[in-house]
């Protein structure tokens, strides 16, 4: 992604030392505020050398037009102090930092739901004691289209879609009869 701010550590005092800094020049930021905390959002990046799109997949595009301007979705979690330095708090839920490789879970997801007989997708992220291990994916498949008997190429036919740092560390399938699933609300 685009360099977004530095932090002139000499020149500011102790108490911004946690801070990645001010926006770069040319560089413009805002968050998009979370529900549950009304002082910390979601970093949106807006500048000239922004992305125009994404290559070679079919994923949700990380990009947002919002009055006009044209932001990227960084998935990092910050707050902004009135001076406008700013300060790294997490990650969105949806991605995840792996062998430092940024994987967004919510696109893994979005590749697995276009599949013929996907009925939900869903990722379970796998901590350890002190860091991320990596996450699980669990595919429902309709097994009209489906049969359990396929179960392994298209496991395989997954991991094809996916880059090599975006594969989970496992798979598993649940097959049901798409004609028998209630929606409850």
Do not use: M
């Amino acid at each position: 992604g685009p360099r977004v701010s530095t932090l002139a550590a000499h020149r500011v005092d102790p108490a911004r030392y946690a801070s990645v800094g001010l926006p770069l020049a040319g560089t413009q930021v805002r968050l998009d505020w979370l529900s549950e905390s009304p002082w910390q959002g979601e970093l949106l990046v807006s500048s000239n050398t922004l992305l125009l799109s994404k290559i070679g997949r079919s994923a949700k595009s990380p990009l947002v037009d919002i009055d006009g301007t044209t932001w990227l979705r960084t998935g990092d979690i910050f707050t902004q102090d009135a001076q406008g330095y700013l300060f790294f708090k997490g990650r969105k839920s949806d991605f995840l930092v792996i062998n430092d490789e940024k994987v967004n879970l919510g696109a893994i997801k979005h590749i697995c739901r276009t599949l013929p007989g996907v009925i939900s997708c869903r990722t379970l992220v796998k901590p350890t004691h002190q860091a991320l291990a990596g996450f699980e994916l669990e595919v429902t498949l309709d097994q009209s289209i489906v049969p359990s008997c396929d179960g392994p190429s298209f496991k395989q036919h997954i991991l094809k879609l996916l880059k090599r740092y975006e594969r989970p560390g496992r798979i598993d399938l649940v097959f049901q009869d798409a004609g028998s699933i209630v929606n409850y609300k």
